[in-house]
Every structure is written in structure tokens, then in C-alpha cells.
């Protein structure tokens, strides 16, 4: 333990804190001048947001500006608190809740959680809802509160639900004018509440192995898949994760220390959790939506060309070059910029939208993250912003509607296209505030607009008036790498416990996941859910350990689910069960993607057709289309070894369920007459 | 009258005495977010602004980051280490089981936060466990309940460094 001396900088700390305590004391006994109310102490604070006049702070937060006292002024810290915050979270001030989970601040005196952020769900009828009524209606069913998207696949995948639709969010959503006919939409959403102690002892009494794998996946979903989206905070702890909830968790933005940088002398700027300046934006950076998408599908990481790691030495390239700082509760080093420093390629080069200055929020306006009142099953249902949105289609440009307002094929305004000066279509960047021309492809293969012979044989529609983009997505072709993690080794152990992020408390089992292999050079092809052929990622192939206790009626450290097997060193090792939906020996999730790694030069044409007629060429195209490469075979119990990468049998029957409907494996047409391509040298 | 009289000429002292000690930025050895010879650093724990020193052998929580990988989240609290404004820190993160090192890692240019008159800070930073030796959940098991020493090193700009080892018991989960 550090001895503290009484220094020269404590007798100032000491005098300051005189001063300090004198101010502040003036604060709470001298009425607030009639024009000044919160902004006697709050001096210098940003106006958050243009249309509410500065010192009329009550009309988000709440509280009384006419009071004369900071306890007169503030919503008062709820006395049951530190009973809702309870144990499992680390030391906090008084009344601090930028940790809580849905269910605490669900639990909480809303007038509190509003004094707190006006943006939160549970507050923004009475706040945001006042002047952006259309949005809020909306908000609170979208996918990001929700987070449906992340439990149906899991519990459909497993079994667990015969349906690719959500029953379990992690928040209570109901639409009452829910139109079952609107694909992949449901009714309501309740939270997901994984068995307790009680039910965890008379299910694994029962001897029911699904109902076991049930629970585990459960706990394994509430505890893992529960950190982000907009109905709580959790984890909020460490660089990178900080954010609001709800609407202000994109419209506010925190910078990677979550600390102030703005002039309100009473906000703290040496610790986090506060956005970079009081100030509600649309401006909103990459960075924020990362604070959540460094997870799922890591769109937020590849965007911005970087790969995660945290895999062992062996599968980490030599010269690969890590980033050296702490990032979304990782150790420094455990994400990487580039595979192969000794060179002048990039391998895992940002989006290049990202990299000409354009952020998410460039694209994603509007119903993509607010949703449209419906609940969906998944994003992908609910962002419907295609490619050609922007840039047209290979026959015709976009243009805009008799109002001059340029729309998705949907009908959406995008209100960030213009008709530039020269006449072309620009997207003014919300966060750059730039012109950014956008190319219109079929200016570009028209009479002058400069294609390439490759790109009009690639693109321009043939003699029969047939073009690969009427088959494939743009981003199957223009997607610069992608990167599949194989084999997620996930434990649920009853001798432990852990927090659920659902409720902020612990609960029985602790559930730990890693995967075991990755690749970035793989191109797996499937059909997406426009029909069109798209880029694949292997996605949930969690093979599930369930290790009992006593507590609650087991032998500790008994395996309920799994199988011990030799390690070949002399010890013995734990091998996961895959999921065996419908007797498949091992149910693997696959999922179309646009990885958002958008890239000018395409793929060749020679990742999808066979470069020559040899057996080898076809063995590896064959991989394209998911019957398997070899490269990643994963130890089964009980079994044969599953290709990672391997979604077909030889014949072409499939080996697993797809968890978005519409989606699979490329057509065997299709397929066939790719396969049967052998381009020329 | 005399009571109010000598009340005002002590807060006039006071504050002309905290206006002169304000001023005396030249001393950086008075400034704890300014780098010095007697830099110091303590780990603890806390979130929204608290801190709390790690006791002795406390117990704390070995975090399971969200895609894999094991760690000890921390908070640093610094002093007489340049902190606050541009000032940029190395961080050197180690943990040793038994004496022997289980993991070691840099955090290069990290920004560090000065607390007015308290020192500087950094919030969140994860001292991790070598994934080369520490990725199953056996793994994590063979960690719940062990004693272990996190070693920090803090750097700054100027060169001045500061290192704390601190004694703590992992507990895995709850």
C-alpha cells in the first residue's frame, strides 16, 4: 500500500477543495438568477440539442429549475438503489446506473432513469418522443432494443424452436398492429429468463437432454449475447464499450475513454462514463456504433479493416501487426490491422466508404435503425438499404422522385443525396460534412463513362439482356475479405455462477465460449434473402458443454452434455455437443453477409469458376459453394470430424438448417453452371 | 462584528493562499499530474469516478472477455506522472502466477486522465492472461481462486515511470 505525504499539492488540494466547497455551497443557498435555473451550477454546459433553449434543461431531463438547491433541483437517488444495483457490480458513486441492465432500470423510478438520460427508453415518449414522435413510436420494437436477432438463431439452430422467429429479446416489445403476413415479423417479445435454481435441479432430475441443452443455451445467450443494445448499459466498463442507452446511445456520442472534453465545470472529465459534450447529434461516428458491432458479425471491426484476434500463437501470421491498446474488454494486441507487415498489401483494408471519410451513419438513416414499428426476427429484415440503393442498377441510374428527394426501392427517403453542381449525385457525409460523389454504374458503362472490358464483362448486361448482377449481390463480387471464425467451444459449468446481463444479478452456471480457428481468405457463396447469390459466413457453430454440480443435484463436475475423450498427451479433454436439429450430426450456422468491406477491384473471376479442368481446381471451387474444404475439421464426439467450412454432403444434401428464411445454399442449378465454368488462361 | 470581520479576512487569506498555490506551476513535483521523481501508481477498482485501492490478496473478478480470452479489469490511479491534456502513456500489463509470468502485455499511447489535484487515471484497462497458455475453460477453472500478482508499469512521456504489484485472488464469475 502506498504512504500518502502531506506535500505541497495536498495543501492546495486541501485550499481548493475550501474554494470548491464554498462555491458549491453558494449553489445550494443562493436562488438561481430568474434567467439562469440548472445553468447557475451547469455553467458553460452545450445546448444538447438546437430546438430546447439552454437553461430549459427540465424539458428532457425532468426536476425543477426553480428550485434553489442542487436536492431541490435534481430527481432524487431512488432509495431502493443500491438494492437494485446490488452486489455484482463494481463500486460506484451514490445513484450511478451507466452499468444497470435492462431489468434494473426497469425496476428504477423512471423519473429517475430520465433525470439521468432523457434518451432512455423507458423516458423518451415524454422527451424525445415530443418532437420526433414518428421515430420514438418506432424505436423501442426495432432490432436494436430488442436483440432478437441475436437469440432466435441460437434457440432455432439448437432445436430449441421449430421457427425462424423471435419469441425472446432482451426487452418486452409488443406491436398491437402486427401483420403476421410481413416476413419474419412477430407480435411481441418478452425477455429472455433462462430456469433458475429450482428448475435447474428438476431438469437435470428429469434426466431431459434437450431440456438440458435448453438451459444451457439460455444462460449461455442471456449471460454472453445481453451486453449491447439500447434497452440497458452493460458492460460500460472499459475503452471502447462506452455509451448511453436508447435513443442517445447513437445520438450522443462518447469517444473510446468515454470522458467529457465540454465546458460544464461540474462534469468530471478525468473518468467515464460521459459523452464527449452534451450535445444530441446525427453526426454519428463509426467509433459509436462500434461501442456495440465489434460483436455478431463484426461489421463495426471490418468496416474500419480490423480483424479480432485472440486465437493462439499458431494461428496468428508472423509479421501480422497488432493494435497495442485496450479495446472492448480485450487485452492490448488482441485485435490486428494488417496480416503481414513485410508487404505493401493491406489484407484486412477498411471499407472504402470508410476509408474516404463516410461512416454508418452516412448510410444507415432512417428505418434501418429505427425500425418501422414492426418487431423483426433479425436486422436483416429490418435494414433494407440495398447497394443500388445509391449507386443504381448496371441499366439504370437513380434518380430523383417529382419532389426532388432520392428514395431506396423500398420508398425511404435518403435525404443525404443531392444532384451535385456538375449534375452527378452526391451524399453529403454527415460526420465529414464533405461532397462525396456517387458513382452510378450505369453511367459508368455506358458510351464514355469509362469501364473497364473486364468490369462490362462482368457487369453490362449480355446479348440476352442477362447480367451476373441480376444473380448476384454487388458485395459478392465486391467484397475485399471476410473473416470466418470456425468451431465456438462454448462450457456452461453449474459450479459456478455469473452475472446475467439481462437482469444484472448472478445466476447459476457460468458459460465461457472461444473459437478455435479463423480465416480470412476463404470466400464461402450462398443464396441471400433476395434470391440473389451473396457471400457466406459460418456463423454458431457452438459446440456446447454441460458440466453439472451438486448444488443442484448432479456430481460436481459431471458431464451432462459432452463427451470425454483422450487428448492424446496423456490426459483427456471435453468435446462439445454440436446441435442435432432434425438428426443432423452437426446443425452449424451459416449465414449470408455483406461484411462491409467494400472494395473498388472485385473478386476474380477465378474465386467462384475453376481456373483450369483439374480435379484439384474443382475440389476447390466446389468449397466456394459449401461442400467442404478440409481446412478446418472439428473433432466431433462420437464421430467423424466436421468440416467447419462445409455446409453440403457430396451429393449435395444439406448438412445444416440456414436460420434466415429465403436463405441456403446456391440453387444446384446454379451452382452446377458455375461449377461447370473452367475459365480461360 | 469582530467574529465577521476576522471570518471575511480568512476567507481573504484563503483565497489569495489557494490563488498563490495555484499559481506555483513551475513545481512540478506539487502538480500530481505532472512528471516527477516520486511517481507512484495504485490498482483498484470502481466505475462512474469511484476508486477503491485493491486490498492485499482481495478478491477479484477474472472477467471472460465477450469473444474469448481472460482478464482483470482495473482501474490505474497515478501520480507525479504527466497526465491530462495530450499526455500519452505506455502501459505495461503483466500477471504472474507463481512467480512466473502468465501474461504481459503493452498498452501503447494511452491517454492518461488527470483528477485535478488527485493525479492522473485510466479507467478499464484489462490485464489479460496469455492466450497461448490460457484459453479453455479448463483453463479458467485452474485460475478460480488462485493468488496472483498483477504487475503494472506506467510510463510517460518524459520518462518518468512508476510500477505497482499488487496481490489479488481471482474469482472466476460471480
Redesign the interface.
Known sequence: MRHRTFTASRIRAALGACVFISLVASCERKPPPAAAGCLTCHQGIEQAHGPIPPDECVVCHGGDASANTKQGAHVPVPMDWAEIRGTGLPPAPHGFIRDFAPDQLDRLDPDYVRFINPGDIRAVEQTCGSCHPDQVATMPTSVMVTNAGHYFPTLYLAGIQDDRLATVGSYAAEDPDCDPSVPGSVCALRPLQPPGAEEITQIIASGDQAAVEQLAYEHYLAKNCNTCHQAGYPRNNSPGLYRSSGCTSCHMVYDKLGTYAGSDPTIPKSSPVHPIRHEITAAIPSEQCATCHFQGARIGLAFRGIREGGFKEDQTPPNAVAIQDTLYGHSPGYYFSDEDSSNDIDETPPDLHYAAGMHCSDCHVGSDVHGDGRIYSSSKLQVDLRCEDCHGTVRDPIRPDDDGVFRTASGRALSQLSVGSDGGVVLTGRVDGAAHPVAQVADLLGEGGGASAAMHAAMAPDAAGWSHTDALTCDTCHTSWAQQCVGCHVTYDLRLEQVDYQTGTTSPGLTQGGRSMFSISDVLLGTGQDGRVQGVMASQQVQMTVVGSSLYGSVDGEILQGETVDDGAGGTRVLGEFRHRNGLEANNGFAPIFSHTTTREPRGCDVCHRRDDSDEELARVRGVYGFGTGEFMLDAPGGQPVDGLQFLADDGTALTTWVHEGTGPVEPEARQRALDVVLSP | MHILMGGRLL?AV??I??QV??C?GD?P????CASGADA?I?LG??????F??YE?GESVQL???????F?V?VVISTEALAA?GDNLVDIQ?DVEVDGSTA?A???????L??????GG?F??????FD??QY????D??DL?GQRVDLVVSVTDADGASATARQSVTLD???
Open positions: 476567507c484563503v483565497l493562499v489557494s498555490a495555484a506555483d513545481d513535483a506539487s502538480d500530481p507512484a495504485v477498482k470502481g466505475v462512474g469516478g469511484a477503491t485501492p492485499d472477467d471472460v472477455a465477450p469473444q474469448g480470452g482478464g479489469t491530462g500489463m501474461g502485455f503493452l498498452l501503447e499511447d494511452a491517454a486522465l488527470c483528477e485535478p489535484s488527485v487515471r479507467d478499464g484497462a484489462v490485464v489479460g492466450p497461448n484459453s479453455s475453460f479448463d479458467l477453472l478460480n472466476v464469475g460471480s
